[in-house]
């Protein structure tokens, strides 16, 4: 048997597995060509389309800078301090505000913001959570996209230079993240996101893995970002290290498009058949920290699973389901996984989180679904339609022992970070 290391929590976990009917699937090597200060500089200096980043920015303006929430790997502790050095002596730090990106997602504590932004950000500048949900901190924009209404933090609005930064991977429903979706979801209002993520959208067969163009949420996305402004943005893709192996700068859609090529490059893999059993992670800390993340382990595995097959996911969920927000609750909302897929899917009026459960339900609706977690109870998964295991190892080789004698096994130690995809599909 071998041995391979799942990306689980910040410990990690091993599977035994069979290697002559195991496929591993990881993300293609990417070594570090040069201290991260320097790639970083370089993409704010020598961006891909536009001037430098201090050559749009004038002496006594106000700075916004949008950050992704503490769900992701992004390393602020880099990037924001790249940022303030290029404009010292241009802004006063009086002047600059970090706005965490949160979406729906709930607000980052004091000791988290350190953790992501270290101390030296922390104690220079401020940070704002984003709060979608308090229409005082928010700014009407008009309609914007395809019919989407689009409300803004007003301080990202009411700032002169605004500079998004994020890190780009494929995504499950918007193609790839950062670059526009620093702008909305991430500073829009509930309302907003709501639209972006409504039934229509999320079931659109376009609306997955590594598609953009023609992506009824990205392109929306994509819209509002250009309708509204962005002085300069600022991406960077990372290595299954979280190393930061590139990094990319300038007028925001062209730069995000130059991180898109690159991270296809890195993140997604073409494999020549579908398997019986998929094992999935969700790439360990900070991205396993609750189910409604893990939802995206479970879609990368989708992407190459048999119909009727099993998927088995590994994800701490360190912070339960979590219980902010309306995921558990519309999880449990109907009887069956097939059931909660068509009544979503029918809804003419988006309830917030339902877009998760529409792309868990409809994995489930087609295959099993195993978890493997430390902090929920096999009968907190039960209310999700979920069974749990306790011995990965046992799990899959149960699974490919039902499936039959010439049953195949793929694994995807760290999940999403690497997006398995047939071969002859359009990516």
């Not at 087609?366 to 929920?376: F, G, I, K, N």
């Amino acid at each position: 048997m071998d041995t391979v290391r799942l990306a689980y929590g910040e410990t990690g976990l091993d599977l035994h597995c069979d290697p002559a009917v195991t496929t591993v699937v990881t993300p293609r090597h990417h070594g570090v060509s040069a201290p991260p200060q320097e790639i970083l500089r370089r993409a704010l200096r020598a961006p891909v389309a536009g001037p430098p980043l201090r050559d749009r920015v004038r002496r006594g303006q106000t700075v916004a800078i949008s950050a992704c929430d503490g769900t992701r790997p992004q390393p602020r502790h880099l990037m924001i301090p790249a940022i303030l050095e290029e404009l010292d002596g241009l802004v006063d730090l009086d002047d600059v505000v970090v706005l965490v990106a949160t979406g729906t997602h709930r607000g980052n504590s004091p000791a988290e913001l350190r953790a992501m932004f270290g101390d030296a950000v922390v104690d220079s500048v401020r940070i704002v959570n984003h709060d979608a949900r308090d229409r005082g901190s928010l700014t009407w924009m008009g309609e914007l996209g395809a019919g989407v209404p689009v409300w803004l933090n007003s301080e990202w609005v009411d700032a002169d230079v605004r500079i998004t930064t994020g890190f780009v991977e494929p995504h499950f429903f918007a193609g790839f993240s950062g670059g526009p979706k620093l702008v909305a979801p991430g500073l829009a209002a509930l309302e907003t996101v709501l639209v972006l993520h409504d039934a229509y959208r999320i079931g659109h067969p376009r609306a997955t893995w590594g598609l953009v163009e023609g992506n009824p949420v990205h392109d929306d996305v994509r819209a509002i970002a250009a309708a509204t402004g962005v002085t300069f943005g600022f991406d960077v893709v990372l290595n299954q290290d979280k190393e930061v192996v590139a990094a990319f700068g300038g007028d925001l859609l062209e730069m995000h498009a130059a991180a898109v090529r690159t991270a296809r490059g890195v993140a997604m893999q073409p494999v020549p058949q579908l398997f019986d059993v998929v094992v999935t992670t969700n790439s360990g800390y900070p991205l396993d920290q609750n189910l409604y993340q893990s939802v995206k382990g479970m879609s990368a595995a989708f992407q190459v699973v048999k119909p009727g097959g099993t998927i088995v996911c590994a994800a701490e969920c360190r912070d339960g389901f979590p219980d902010h927000g309306s995921y558990r609750s519309v999880l449990a909302s109907a009887d069956s996984p097939a059931a909660l897929f068509a009544e979503i899917s029918a809804r003419t009026d988006t309830v917030p989180d339902q877009w998760q459960v529409q792309i868990q339900a409809r994995i489930q609706a087609a295959c099993r679904v195993v978890m493997h977690t430390s902090y929920l109870s096999d009968a907190d998964l039960a209310t999700a339609h979920l069974s749990q295991t306790a011995d990965i190892s046992l799990a899959v080789a149960e699974a490919l022992a039902a499936a039959g004698p010439d049953a195949r096994l793929c694994v995807l130690p760290e999940g999403p970070q690497t997006i398995p995809y047939l071969l002859e599909a359009d990516r």
